[in-house]
């Protein structure tokens, strides 16, 4: 196999925007410069009559040919409040944010469907603005549903453990607030795709920047009313996706568009379309109570977080649901009485709410470790001390927390210990107070988590699904097939080890395949690829390693358990000599099995094709109801300087420590890592999607959303403990997600420590410079 | 819309070419010569996935009008290796797993090569600033910064790799 890098590296990436089909049209969308208004009337006289213009579509179009996107997720059924819409691709009635599509242009070229995008006249009627979360929850507010009661989509409420019991054993009790802004993953390469409808045989085919294909089919397939057997959704090289690659929605006009005009159809999101079009994250308050004891015992938690959702989020997106592990997820890893959390979710006029990195499970331990090292100072404790004291310890695993999730391995003292002996905190700690005395702040953070990954939650599309095949060739090459995408995340060079370590073969034979829609799954998202589909195929290369044992036994006349299979060759465990290679014993298990042929039983058991297809589902999930599978580790310990002046961060030491189970790939996983990690610090320090009082997104650009560049970016320094993982096939957990949990929360508690002598609470991310200049100037106005 | 030749000596391939007055160059490379290796990112000059070199020195193709580049060398990534040989710079970014998503990759490269004409043994900081013109959303940079050092001084080892236990494979 060429290497995927290789191919990439030479510049013969194929992604979405270097797709070229014969008679390709190209669509562009017109956007909405209104966040709220009702749509009067649409002229496409003038976008039809400029030559090269094929059709417009709006969104009475998208209404006459289409159905309303499908429901992603639905917990109507359990007593909360979890409010549904009719949304359709395009509306036909009001618009609800500054972009949203009101129609799309499909020309012969992509500069002819801009210019025609300017000419299609849409008369508005403005309305007032639900712009904000306190907004949209004050009476009487404008509504974004009109059929809605109110603008409240989602409210769940949990009870975990006995909260009262814990709040009666308490010494001291704490109010802790927590508030993270509006950010977006925003991937270098925008969405996009193409789409081709076979109008002789009613077939859809679609090719793009598809992080879940399967799931994409469904939805794609259920807006245009065409059997899924009828639609092939195939992932191209992905420029990066971090979840927000999940959904698809505008795609279903490219795939209308397609069958409207008879055409490929290609479509390119700008990627100023994509800050204000596409999905969104974060943008939450939390305001709770945590009990402990004089001691440092951590008892209870009682918080409500606020989400405001944009839009609302279970058919665009499908992050109304990320509530859910927001609620869940201040456990932690530590041991609890009990914790009652509520979590709202406010529709309001800006874009959709969906997936990106940390998908909720990131809020709660975001808000849970700020929360401890407030109770650590209250308490004058070190962080370290108070999470040594409520650490659930290694011999305690498998460790049934009070929220259902069965955590499954891990030393977590052995994990900060690590990180605390790396990051030397005894001499930061004695140089912050040297420092202090020449007007220098130094900051030390310390932040410990566990990422639950590889989900499966009923009521959603991420129930679970998951499909592997394994086959060999007749020429004795193997291919892998499965739902994980490429996202660069390094699937295919796990998948590969894999199945190459199992079957005892050269890496350069095993060729992992583009994924489609053809396999069953709901695709890499939640750290799910190292549980899930890394399970599923090598549970199928294990079975498909059996039956070349069985098959190879038969051929050589000896017994299976005498089959040796190394380095791409076969051979009998005392006969070396006699190897043959995996191409010889494929062309006789295919094409040539005589003199004799294969042993009749194995014909009769019709168990002679090398070829498995399987499926795999978590263990504890079944009879716990844990949503999770696994739940890797990590300590971060970063060490900031803060220039009171300037409001500047720089960041002195970055020091994190992880345990992911067994590792498959070193490289990939330092990669998911340091990317994390940076995402992470952006989120901490810069990024923020700002609305103003009109509802327009201020920042469409990465000139003015600021993300880390190299000069920002710090050398991490990284340490590996490797607890594998009982529950999963290979023993590795998913680990894509925690490292941006714990970098935003401990470059915050590296400011705050900073700041300490001003007494801040540094509870309002991101910290730019702007805001820890207010910070100071409040706080010193308030002690003089 | 009226066409004007252009010469372009495109990854030392010298070719004529009847551009629009408001082709952009990236557009010119990608889709009239079909060398799509070069990405659009942000497609407004920020982002730094178009990176090429014009005469010598990194420009954003995607701000850069066709007609401007008349008569100059253009180096694209396709330019980098000598058919399927990878120039060391490639290889090291191999090695390093400086390749994940590998949609900043070609930009990345070429920035890094015109890092490396001007100054070959720059030291990390130098090595930061010239590429911060290239966003990178999945790798944090490290192994980029890794692989650029690592090109510039092979016969060292890897002195200069900052994740000494990354256990990634240099062969």
Redesign the interface.
């Known amino acids: 196999m060429k290497k995927r890098e290789e191919r990439l590296i030479l510049g013969k990436g194929q992604y979405a925007d270097d797709l070229a089909f014969f008679n390709m049209a190209h669509l562009v969308f017109v956007g909405s410069p209104h966040a709220h208004a009702r749509i009067v009337s649409i002229d496409t006289k003038k976008a039809l009559a400029l030559p090269g213009v094929i059709t417009v579509i709006t969104g009475k179009e998208v209404a006459a040919h289409t159905r309303p996107l499908p429901v992603q997720a639905n917990f109507t059924s359990k007593g909360w409040t979890w409010r549904l819409a009719d949304v359709y691709a395009i509306p036909a009635d009001k618009v609800r944010w500054h972009g949203e599509p009101v129609a799309a242009v499909v020309a012969e070229d992509e500069e002819t469907a801009r210019r025609a995008a300017d000419l299609v006249e849409v008369a508005y009627e403005a309305l007032p603005l639900a712009g904000d979360l306190r907004t949209a929850l004050s009476p009487g507010a404008p509504k974004v549903y009109d059929d809605w009661e109110d603008n409240k989509q989602v409210h769940l409420v949990f009870d975990f453990g006995d909260p009262e019991k814990a709040f009666a054993m308490a010494d001291q009790v704490l109010q802790v607030t927590n508030r993270e802004g509006r950010v977006t993953g925003v991937p270098i390469e925008p969405r996009g795709c193409v789409g081709l409808y076979d109008t002789k045989n009613d077939t859809l085919e679609m090719w793009g920047s598809f992080q879940t294909p399967f799931l994409s089919r469904h939805n794609i397939a259920a807006t245009l009313g065409v059997p899924e057997a009828k639609v092939k959704i195939n992932a191209v090289d992905i420029g990066g996706a971090f979840g927000l690659k999940i959904h698809a929605w505008k795609e279903n006009v490219v795939a209308l568009a397609s069958k409207l005009s008879g055409r490929p159809v290609k479509w390119m999101e700008p990627h100023r379309d994509f800050m204000a079009t596409g999905p969104h994250q974060r943008d939450v308050f939390w305001d709770g109570t945590i009990a402990f004891k004089n001691d440092g015992t951590l008892l209870g938690l009682k918080a409500t977080v606020f989400h405001d959702l944009g839009v609302e989020s279970t058919n665009k997106g499908i992050a109304a649901l990320s509530i859910f592990p927001a609620c869940s997820s201040p456990t932690n890893m530590y041991k609890w009485v009990g914790m009652h959390v509520e979590g709202i979710g406010t529709v309001t006029n800006k874009s959709f709410y969906c997936a990106y990195r940390g998908y909720g499970k990131d809020k709660g331990i975001k808000f849970i470790e700020a929360a401890i090292n407030q109770v650590a100072k209250k308490l004058h404790m070190t962080p370290e001390a108070i999470r040594m004291k409520n650490f659930i310890q290694p011999d305690e695993f498998p460790y049934h927390q009070i929220n259902n999730y069965v955590l499954d391995s891990g030393d977590y003292p052995a994990v900060l210990n690590k990180a605390m002996e790396m990051a030397d905190l005894d001499f930061f700690r004695k140089r912050k107070k040297e420092l202090a005395g020449q007007g220098r702040y130094l900051g030390i953070g310390l932040v410990t988590a566990i990422e639950p990954a590889g989900v499966a939650v009923p009521n959603c599309q991420m129930g679970g699904i998951t499909e592997a095949r394994v086959l060999i060739t007749p020429d004795g090459s193997v291919e892998v097939h499965s739902d994980r995408t490429e996202i660069g995340q390094g699937a295919e060079i796990s998948h590969a080890t894999i199945v190459a370590d199992i079957l005892g073969m050269d890496m350069a034979h095993i060729h992992v395949k583009r994924v489609t829609s053809d396999f069953i799954g709901q695709g890499p998202l939640s750290s799910r690829g190292a549980v899930y589909p890394a399970s599923a195929v090598a549970k199928a290369a294990k079975l498909l390693r059996k039956k070349v044992v069985q098959c190879a036994g038969s051929l050589m006349k000896i017994p299976a358990d005498q089959v040796v299979l190394e380095k791409g060759y076969i051979y009998p465990v005392n006969a070396p000599e006699k190897k043959i290679s995996y191409a010889q014993f494929a062309d006789k298990m295919f094409f040539f099995p005589g003199p004799r042929g294969l042993d009749p039983e194995i014909l009769k058991a019709h168990d002679h094709l090398l070829d498995v297809t399987t499926t795999w589902y978590s263990p504890t999930t079944p009879e716990s109801g844990s949503s999770y599978t696994s739940f890797c580790v990590s300590a971060d310990i970063a060490v900031v300087e803060v220039d009171i002046d300037t409001g500047v961060t720089q960041i002195v030491k970055y020091v994190h420590v992880h345990d992911a189970g067994t590792i498959i790939n070193a490289q990939v996983v330092d990669g998911q890592i340091q990317g994390g990690i940076v995402q992470g610090i952006g989120e901490a320090l810069y990024e923020g999607l700002n609305y103003d009082e009109n509802g327009q997104l201020m920042n469409t650009s990465f000139s003015n959303y600021l993300i880390p560049t190299s000069v920002e970016a710090p050398d991490i320094e990284i340490a590996h403990l490797e607890t594998p993982s009982p529950f999963s096939e290979t023993g590795s957990k998913g680990m894509g997600e925690a490292p941006i949990i714990g970098s935003k929360a401990v470059i915050l508690d590296a400011i705050e420590d900073a700041l300490s002598d001003f007494g801040i609470r540094v509870n309002d991310a991101p910290a730019t410079p702007e805001k820890v200049r207010k910070w100071i100037r409040q706080a010193s106005g308030q002690n003089q | 819309m009226q066409t004007i030749d252009i010469t372009l000596t495109v990854n030392d391939q010298q070719q004529t070419l009847p551009v629009k007055s408001n082709d952009t160059l990236l557009e010119v490379i990608r889709d009239y010569l079909d ?10 000059g ?2 730094g ?1 178009c990176t090429v070199l014009l005469d010598g020195h990194p420009v954003r193709a995607c701000l850069t009008l066709a007609l401007e580049a008349d008569g100059c060398a253009v180096t ?3 330019g980098l ?1 000598d058919e ?1 040989t ?1 120039s060391p710079l ?1 290889q090291s ?2 090695d ?2 400086a ?8 930009g990345m ?1 070429i920035s890094a090569k015109a890092l490396l004409d001007e100054n070959p043994s720059p030291d990390r900081q130098k ?3 010239a ?15 890794d692989a650029v050092a690592h090109a510039a001084r092979p016969e060292s080892g890897c002195p200069d790799c ?2 000494k ?5 240099h062969d």
């Open positions: 060398l799509t290796g070069s990405k659009e990112g942000c497609g407004e920020v982002c996935s694209t990534v396709e290796a399927d990878l490639q970014f191999i390093h797993g390749v994940q998503c590998g949609f900043c990759t070609p490269l090595l930061r600033q590429l911060s013109g290239n966003i990178c959303r999945c790798t944090g940079y490290a192994k980029i910064v900052h994740t236990d990354s256990g990634g494979d």
